[in-house]
């Protein structure tokens, strides 16, 4: 069974590094480690207004796992220089971070451990388990509970512990309020302690800390340990009508399970999970551990059961990198997406389903800018799908919209499913071509999208933007293969547009370039938006003006943006495709390999030596577009219509010093299929999993 690399054992406190995140892709935690360190809670779809500019975006929930530890009467929150972080360990293949730590008060140590986990087999749970040990006789206490000091928001009055009916086991329950008051959460909790029959126990509405909190008080022994188990609910109303009643459910079924029983699920899953480990032959140990912590932290932050997709940092966040406002942005569709759709493809299914519920609200934005069809927005908020962009910025980022229905035709070419093809992909495709229909304007060149954004993000609007048009393209040839799919009759000015998009090229280099009247030395003019049209969009262009486009992107721009976020994590497959592998791999170290952040090895925004820009990670759009770029753009693998043999449409094309990328299971049409992609093979292998 395939095992990913995890990060090496620290012993002391990471100075300066953000607190290791755990996710399971429904709730989100920054977990400090130590008791008078503070921690975050995030959870998908518990929206809020920034309390700095009034945007709708996240809402931070209290901390879901509030510890603390007391020794004759003091405790380690009050006493932090006498505590000391031993020794913590991120273990990947499990989810859990364990984390030693001592407290010394007097003549008596303490020794406490913790695990902490987000069980992904009852997602809207939290989990710690707190064991304490010390080296003579002592008075202990032990609280544990929920902790919203210092979170924008307010809570209902505090319920009394629920401890009967179907709450039978819960230590209590609240509604928590967001900045703003527009969206509500339920929070509950429960615990259990172990080894000392004779412990007083007391549950507080709010102890001196300000905590919801449950304390465990009892005559220690240098023989014996001690363990308590805290579980926490977490339920956004986007999920449930009265959250709080069903938090408090959901935290008595995880008492009635037990932190053991969710441990031993949650471990199983995973196993699961890293059987579509990348496997990199040639690799060193370091891009080896690269890779696992990439795709450790993309399945750490999607799940089946997410109702509200993704963030550009997942479910992460702390307080001086909240500038997205946790909006779900095209990065998701374009470069989260596809290393799903073969890797845990219910996970990308939920991540698409935000946005056909979102539908209608598309098809409003396109609507108050006088189109027919659907236009999704730039920034869309977490609860409403709406545009929430902050400040004033124009509309012309067109390329949103066909980059969300490109991603649910890649979903019915990888699963096969003419249902979902039928009832969910066909009204977001045949939307979005509605949409283009009216974007377009015809011309003696052909059709053209005018003033117009595309990836680089450069506010003065330009004329038949490459990544623009040739997304549009691949868009409406999509739409049509759907519509033959189930049996639709589609408009032929689909095609007829897809055919006659102007695509901007230089004559001397015939590479497509960014736009009409590109130039390389133009603010901005270095990123690879034709490249990017190529792959990971699809357009299909002559192999000539292909590695022409690819040379243009990794030879010329390549210099120019290479350390910038987004698209640098792609540039390596640029130089791969033009013939350059050792090209490849240095742009692989300078576009990825200089943005991973230690210890826990989290894909920054920006590289390390930005040392001007706040650690922001893990950042979804370059470990997405690394892992994309790994799966699909190094193997050659392209997913259509055809057979999944036919997938394979361009060499195999691997950096320098790479023999091979394998993957023990991808899903394939809903199948186990392992993959195989060896370097200057004429195809990636497609073929059926052991099991």
Not at 332 to 356: M, Q
Request: proline share 7%; with cysteine; net charge negative.
């Amino acid at each position: 069974m395939p095992t990913p690399s995890s990060p090496p054992a620290l012993k002391g406190r990471a100075v300066g590094a953000l607190p290791p995140y755990l996710s399971n892709g429904v709730v989100g935690l920054r977990w400090p480690g130590l008791p008078h360190l503070p921690g975050i809670t995030m959870v998908g779809g518990f929206a809020g207004l920034d309390p700095a500019d009034g945007v709708e975006g996240f809402g931070r929930a209290p901390f879901a796992l509030a510890t603390d530890v007391q020794i004759d009467g003091i405790w380690a929150s009050a006493a932090p220089e006498w505590t000391r972080i031993v020794e913590q360990r991120y273990d990947f293949a499990t989810a859990e971070l364990r984390t030693v730590w001592t407290f010394r008060v007097g003549d008596v140590k303490a020794t406490v451990e913790t695990v902490v986990f987000c069980p992904r087999g009852v997602p809207a749970l939290v989990a710690c388990d707190i064991a304490v040990r010390v080296d003579r006789p002592a008075d202990i206490a032990i609280a544990a509970g929920v902790d919203p000091t210092e979170v924008p928001g307010y809570a209902d009055s505090h319920a009394q512990p629920q401890d009967q009916g179907p709450n039978e086991g819960v230590d209590g329950r609240f509604l928590w309020h967001s900045a703003g008051d527009i969206s509500t959460l339920g929070l509950a909790y429960s615990t259990q302690f172990r080894g000392s029959p004779s412990a007083d126990r007391e549950a507080a509405s709010r102890d001196e800390r300000g905590w919801f909190s449950t304390t465990y008080r009892f005559r220690g022994r240098s023989d014996r340990g001690y363990r308590l188990s805290l579980l926490t609910a977490l339920v956004p109303v986007l999920s449930h009508a009265r959250p709080d009643e069903e938090a408090g459910r959901l935290a008595a079924l995880g008492a009635k399970r037990g932190l053991d029983g969710l441990r031993d699920e949650n471990q199983l899953l995973w196993q699961s999970a890293w059987r579509g480990r990348i496997e990199i032959d040639g690799a060193d140990a370091r891009w080896q551990a690269i890779v696992d912590a990439s795709l450790f932290y993309l399945l750490s932050s999607t799940h089946p059961s997410s109702l509200a997709s993704t963030s550009l940092f997942g479910l992460a966040y702390w307080p001086n990198y909240h500038y997205y406002h946790g909006h779900v942005m095209w990065d998701i569709e374009t470069f989260s997406v596809p290393p799903l759709l073969l890797l845990a493809p219910d996970a990308a299914h939920a991540l698409l389903d935000y946005r056909y519920r979102h539908l209608t609200s598309a098809h409003h934005n396109a609507a108050m800018h006088g189109w027919r069809g659907a236009m999704y927005p730039w920034e869309s908020c977490p609860e409403h799908g709406e545009e929430a962009t902050p400040g004033a910025r124009p509309y012309t980022e067109d390329h949103i919209s066909t980059d969300v229905a490109l991603a649910f035709a890649n979903y019915v070419h990888a699963t096969g499913d003419r249902d979902y093809a039928r009832r969910i992909a066909w009204p977001v495709l045949r939307s979005v071509a509605e949409w283009v229909v009216s974007r377009v304007t015809r011309s003696a060149r052909g059709y053209e999208i005018r003033g117009t954004v595309g990836p680089r993000e450069h506010y003065l609007a330009v004329d038949n933007n490459a990544y623009t048009n040739m997304a549009a393209a691949q868009t409406m040839r999509e739409a049509a293969e759907c519509a033959r799919l189930i049996g639709e009759d589609a408009p032929t000015a689909w095609l007829e547009i897809a055919d006659g998009l102007v695509l901007p090229r230089d004559k001397r280099r015939d590479a497509i370039i960014n736009h009409d009247g590109a130039r390389l030395l133009e603010e901005q003019g270095g990123v690879p938006e034709g490249a990017a049209g190529l792959f990971p969009v699809g357009y299909r262009a002559s192999s000539h003006i292909e590695q022409a486009t690819y040379r243009y992107a990794a030879v010329e721009q390549a210099p120019m943006y290479v350390g910038a976020p987004m698209l640098s994590a792609l540039v390596p497959v640029y130089a791969a495709r033009a013939g350059d592998p050792v090209l490849a791999r240095e742009l692989l170290e300078r576009g990825y390999g200089d943005f991973i952040n230690e210890p826990f090895l989290e894909p920054d925004e920006y590289p390390r030596a930005r040392t001007e820009r706040p650690r922001a990670s893990p950042m979804f759009a370059n470990l997405s577009g690394f892992l994309t770029g790994v799966l699909y753009g190094f193997t050659g693998i392209q997913l259509g219509p055809e057979q999944p043999d036919a997938w394979s449409r361009h060499r195999v094309a691997l950096p320098d010093g790479w023999r091979a990328i394998r993957v023990e299971r991808v899903w394939v049409r809903g199948k186990g299929m392992s993959l195989e992609a060896r370097a200057g093979s004429d195809r990636a292998q497609l073929v059926p999993a052991a099991d």
